[in-house]
């Protein structure tokens, strides 16, 4: 048994140091050279923890690397029997077997028709009792070019499934040809997301997502500026395929229109043959004037000539003449503007053209004098709840249009929550966006048809910042009450029969030169039985 000794160390005093005692223990070398092997030793005791954590790190790695590599072996495994399997039923499938006897068979052909060309050529008679030699060898080259339309197919059916067995070998399905350019099924889908609207940024992040639902591994997913490169791309296809449709067929029609949009002023440009519409171009233009039109109009020409040519070669200027030659008809609204770029389209294509203009766009002049006319039967002095400088008709469609459809001004919800309740449908209203064509006399027979139900709901409801105060106002004026009723007249005798007369679909449409005496017609009648009317007397 142990025992346990213990020892009283005796008690050191505190010692002090003078000042200048302590200034020469601060200027002791040992104390230097002690605090150096310190701080390295501390060093290096850092060093073997970070290498000791780097060690533990690279062994938790490699374990679960293991794992992942026996996971990937696993399913190596089942991809190869599947690629075998495929390679059964290639080898075994009829396609193999098509392919060698249509090579047989064109051989055999070509063989054949080289023969009665050299025999003809030595006793220039016929062949196979009394048939033509020149109707045998017609009927041959068209047998011919069969075979090798059905060569090239099965060629194209065999590298298909090529490379579906090298997908299934890799694992991954192969976006790129050679590694080096997206091949056209990723091409596809990237046209696909831009026609509908999808934002460039999340395509390929839609396209991967998408691929991992489907269970697929792509090899290469294209980047944001590659997707804007293709939706370049996209448009050059539209190019070269309208320049193609414009010198396949002859007397074709131009038509353009533009438009003002929130400050910018839009020009359409498309191209119409007997049964489709192509698109050439649609561009922000500087102005609304003539020149700013033509310039368009002919820039947009070179574009196509410029692709056209680009694609499939020759010179640009005779294409861009046969282009011009195959253009014979112009389609505009009767614009003075347009008129006029018309014919500065023509000096610069040294050209004339059968300036067409459409049948419906006269609708909006008699929409504009029919307001304008309103305007001036009104009593000066009349008090007016609605902020303009319209007719009372114009400004009840323009502020009824607020409130069905601007979150801000108007009540959209509780618009529909009427209407519902009214039994009429959400659409009964349709978005007033100016003077177009029929709708200013379509609302206004609306609005006159449920003269009550709207009268209901302008009673109650929010204020939306006084609107429905004034529209109630002027919606419960006898002037406004007579207005919308001669609007709405018009519309049921004048204006909705035009509309059905010509705005049709593709397959119903009239015969735009039919159409001409037919409006000569009505203009002509409308002023014959013209009379001075007092409406609001």
């Given amino acids: 048994m142990s025992t346990t000794h213990s020892v009283t160390l005796p008690v050191v005093p505190a010692i002090s140091f003078s000042p200048m005692k302590s200034r020469q223990i601060s200027k002791c070398t040992n104390c230097k050279r002690l605090r150096n092997s310190f701080k390295m030793l501390r060093q290096k005791q850092i060093e073997t923890e970070r290498k000791k954590t780097l060690a533990i790190n690279n062994i938790h790695a490699y374990q679960k690397k293991k794992v992942a590599i026996k996971t990937l072996n696993q399913a190596v495994k089942r991809k190869t029997e599947q690629v075998e399997k495929l390679k059964v039923q290639l080898i075994s499938s009829k396609l193999s077997e098509d392919l060698q006897n249509a090579n047989k068979q064109v051989a055999f052909l070509k063989k054949r028709l080289r023969m009665m060309k050299l025999y003809h050529k030595k006793s220039k008679r016929s062949l196979l009792a009394g048939i033509p030699y020149e109707q045998e060898v017609k009927d041959l080259e068209i047998k011919c070019e069969q075979k090798d339309s059905e060569i090239v197919s099965l060629q194209m059916e065999k590298i298909l499934l090529e490379e579906r067995i090298q997908e299934m070998e890799a694992g991954t399905m192969t976006t790129k040809a050679d590694r080096k350019v997206y091949n056209s099924d990723m091409r ?38 590659t997707v804007e490169k293709m939706t370049r791309e996209l448009g050059a296809i539209a190019d070269l395929q309208t320049a193609e449709v414009i010198l396949a067929n002859k007397n074709n029609t131009l038509g353009f229109d533009a438009t003002t949009q929130e400050g910018d002023h839009v020009n359409s440009i498309h191209v119409t043959t007997k049964t489709d519409c192509y698109v050439v171009a649609i561009d922000e233009l500087p102005g609304g004037t003539a020149q700013d039109y033509s310039s368009h109009i002919t820039d947009s ?32 609204d009767r614009c003075a503007a347009n008129h006029a770029a018309t014919k500065l389209v023509e000096q610069t294509w040294d050209k004339s053209l059968n300036e067409l203009n459409c049948h419906l766009h006269p609708l909006d002049s008699i929409a504009t004098k029919t307001r304008s006319a309103l305007k001036r039967c009104e009593e000066r002095g009349v008090a007016k709840g609605l902020w303009g400088k319209d007719c009372f008709a114009a400004n009840i469609v323009l502020s009824m249009n607020k409130m069905r459809y601007k979150d801000a001004k108007g009540d959209p919800r509780g618009f529909v929550i009427f209407l519902e309740s009214e039994n009429l449908p959400r659409g009964i209203l349709p978005r007033y966006r100016g003077n177009r064509l029929h709708i200013f006399f379509h609302i206004c027979g609306i609005l006159i048809e449920h003269f009550e139900k709207f009268q209901k709901f302008l009673q109650k409801g929010t204020t939306c910042g006084g ?22 007249l018009l519309g049921k005798l ?8 010509f705005y049709r679909s593709h397959e119903d449409q009239n015969d735009h030169v039919e159409g001409i005496p037919m409006v000569k017609k009505v203009v002509e009648r409308l002023n014959m039985e013209r009379e001075p009317l007092d409406f609001l007397g």
């Fill in 301 to 332: 020409i070179d574009n196509l000539a410029n692709v056209h040519t680009y694609f499939n070669g020759g010179e640009k200027q005779r294409t861009k003449q046969k282009i011009i030659d195959n253009i014979s008809n112009t389609m505009t």
């Fill in 467 to 488: 609107l429905r105060t004034s529209l109630l106002k002027d919606y419960n004026s006898e002037v406004a009450h007579v207005e919308m009723h001669v609007v709405g």
């Fill in 188 to 225: 596809m889908m990237v046209y696909d997301a831009i026609v509908n609207q999808v934002p460039t940024a999340n395509i390929p992040h839609m396209i991967s997502k998408f691929a991992k639902r489907c269970g697929l591994t792509l090899s290469d997913i294209p980047h944001r500026t």
């Fill in 494 to 501: 004048l204006t909705g029969p035009w509309m059905k007369k």
